[in-house]
């Protein structure tokens, strides 16, 4: 019998954020996959680390740092043929996703290239949506008010109209777009209701209001913006 794809979410950064079946999970992993980008040590297996046991094998999947789709959808063709093979065989593969395994998360493309064939399974993980909201103590929902999640690479027209439509808003993605983001975000008079987070549950976290944050921002960062002072009253 073929093997089973396990995408499991390992949350935001901080290891004891897990969830205990993806801890389990983990442990248990013959094979384990996950994202490297441009090389560099995967952020998703430094969370898991102290998990994953010793003789183990694992598929890193690099993926090139460009805006081009081309050159990260044959990394991920590459990736899927490599688990094929150990699903081929019966054994299982544990598939590593910092955050939330289907909120922007990687283990979706190599999903779409492997589901009509295989068994699947996935592990939901703590967001970084989530895991800011409770570092800035900012509640984001109460009874009507609506909530929007806008990658800061959409364009400005994008961004306005969803900002402006929602009570209360968290901007993901931000790195390079961070200067412009910020600049709309003042444009529109909501500086003084938002939050920066930077790096959410791990040492170097930084939570901030926004006027205060610094003039670059890392790519795991985002912007809290909540239109009503108390909206849980």
Known sequence: MSGTLW????????????????ARLIEGARVLAYPTLAGAPSFARAIAAGRIAEGAEEI???????????????????????????????????????????????????????????????????TSVAAASALARLPLGAREARIAVLPATLPDDALREGIAAHEAVAILKLGRHFPRVRALVDALGLTGRATWVAH??????????????????????????????????
């Open 200 to 233: 959410a549950t791990v040492a170097r976290q930084q939570v901030l209001p926004l006027a205060e944050a610094p003039l670059e921002a890392p790519y795991f960062s985002l912007i809290l913006i909540a239109k009503e002072s108390d909206p849980w009253l």
């Open 7 to 22: 995408g499991v979410g390992v949350g935001p950064g901080a290891p004891d954020l897990m969830t205990l079946r993806a």
């Open 60 to 126: 890193a999947i690099d993926l090139p740092m460009t805006p081009a789709r081309e050159p990260a959808q044959a990394a991920y063709d590459a990736g899927a043929a490599r688990i094929a093979l150990h699903l081929e065989a019966g054994r299982d593969v544990v598939c590593l996703c910092e955050g939330d395994p289907m909120f922007y998360g990687s283990f979706m493309y190599l999903l779409a290239r492997l589901r009509t064939r295989f068994a699947v399974e996935v592990v939901p993980g703590v």
